[in-house]
């Protein structure tokens, strides 16, 4: 009798014949369940009810059935790794705002996009070379040398209160900085030089010395931000009395107290409008701060730690796109958590690229950007000019008087007034 054929099933799992030994453990037998369609189907009962189909079995989750993931696996196409500030920048570059964090990029910049609104913010770190010790470096700084005033703490001798109660030693102290006594460094011709070649928006100065004056810049473009010795007042506030800078000079110089002749209150001291701690600052501060810095296209920060307040914010108020230098002996107030757009001068956190470093001493970096600029010689000759100017004025020991308001200089005879003029047409015959 022939045989009936039979129904092929499913293949049987084939077994691994290979003898275990220590290098071949043996391999696990996974149970291999069918999932053909077969088994989908209703089947008909017998008693004719109606059928029903029995729930298809689920596949097991096999163990080792996911491959392992592999190291250095590329993610999936849809799946976005966040990139870092500077990964962004590397591929957009527009949000580069400058190339590197160097002076020749800051020069480059200034060249290629005819930057015209530039705002220097300086500290004291600009008068040093000229032997102005600067506030806080340790050892040379103003505050750690004021033992023999006595003070209940270095910053009294600034502080308006103290001042009422003792202000021999701030005069004692004024008689040592009093303008006249030293001459203005590269730094300060540097920001001349800016004026003179329509470059500069505005010079806001920590400084008291009023060496910017001294230097020729135009007041309309200073703002003395901590105030001056260009003026004074008499503190009481019922007076308020204006006088002059050689008027206080003269009488702080031979040692008498300056006292207003107007009230002769015996407290009714003379002040040098210099803002002290618990003053407010100059309206023109904050009229100048509104008006300017959005108009900023580059802020060169120079000489100062950036420690005192609001004028330490002040590098918050240009634009974010807006490149920035920093000029100093060491890095100041960077990092996000240094206020809300701190220095970013390794591009690790900023958005854009646009913060740029010099270490060392305000006259090498304004000299060496001056030289990028290509205004190497108009720098050395305009500070050299300005020097000799001063050197040989007749009073040697007091080299210049401070500008005036209108922008001329005070007490100078017809020489050098002369001078002067035949000095400002020689510049203003270079192209």
Not at 73 to 92: C, F, G, K
Not at 162 to 187: D, I, V
Request: with cysteine; aromatic share 8%.
């Amino acid at each position: 009798m022939p045989s009936e054929p039979t129904t092929p099933g499913p293949p049987s799992p084939v077994k691994d014949t290979t003898p275990a030994t220590p290098e071949n453990p043996p391999s696990p037998t996974l149970d291999v369940v069918n999932t053909d369609s077969d088994t989908d189907h209703a089947t008909e009962p017998s008693d004719g009810s109606t059928a029903v189909s029995p729930p298809s079995p689920k596949p097991s989750r096999l163990p080792h059935s996911v491959p392992p993931k592999q190291s250095g696996r590329r993610p999936a196409p849809n799946v976005r790794e966040p990139m870092s500030p500077l990964q962004t920048r590397l591929l957009h570059p527009r949000w580069a705002i400058l190339s590197d964090n160097t002076l020749s990029a800051v020069a480059r910049y200034v060249s290629h996009h005819d930057v015209r609104n530039i705002i220097v913010m300086s500290g004291a770190g600009i008068s040093t070379s000229a032997g102005i010790p600067d506030f806080r470096s340790p050892g040379t700084g103003l505050y750690d040398n004021l033992s023999k005033f006595n003070l209940p703490y270095a910053e009294a001798i600034f502080d308006i209160d103290y001042f009422r109660r003792c202000p021999r030693a701030f005069y004692a102290l004024a008689k040592e900085l009093y303008p006249g006594n030293f001459k203005p460094t590269l730094s300060h011709y540097f920001v001349r030089l800016l004026a003179e070649k329509k470059r500069l928006l505005r010079n806001f100065t920590q400084n008291i010395d009023t060496l910017e004056r001294v230097a020729g810049i135009d007041p309309e473009l200073l703002v003395e931000a901590h105030g001056s010795f260009h003026t004074a007042h008499c503190i009481r506030r019922e007076c308020r009395q204006e006088y002059s800078q050689q008027w206080v000079k003269d009488r702080i110089l031979t040692g008498n107290m300056p006292l207003c002749t107007t009230c002769h209150g015996k407290d009714a001291y003379v002040k040098p409008d210099i803002t002290f701690f618990g003053e407010a600052l100059p309206s023109r501060f904050f009229t100048q701060m509104q008006r300017d810095f959005s108009r900023c296209d580059l802020l060169i920060v120079m000489g100062t730690s950036l420690q005192v307040e609001p004028f330490a914010s002040l590098i918050e108020e240009v634009s974010l796109k807006t490149p920035r230098l920093l000029i100093n002996l060491e890095k100041c107030r960077t990092g996000p958590l240094a206020g809300k757009t701190g220095f970013d001068f390794d591009g690790s956190w900023h958005k854009y690229r646009r913060d740029a470093l010099h270490l060392g001493t305000c006259d090498e970096g304004c000299l060496q950007l001056a030289e990028l600029l290509g205004w190497k010689e108009d720098l050395l000759s305009l500070h050299g000019s300005e020097h000799r100017q001063l050197d040989g004025s007749p009073k040697k020991q007091v080299p210049v008087a401070p500008l005036s308001p209108d922008g001329r200089r005070a007490s100078v005879g017809i020489d050098e007034i002369v001078a002067e003029v035949a000095e400002k047409l020689t510049l203003s015959e270079k192209p």
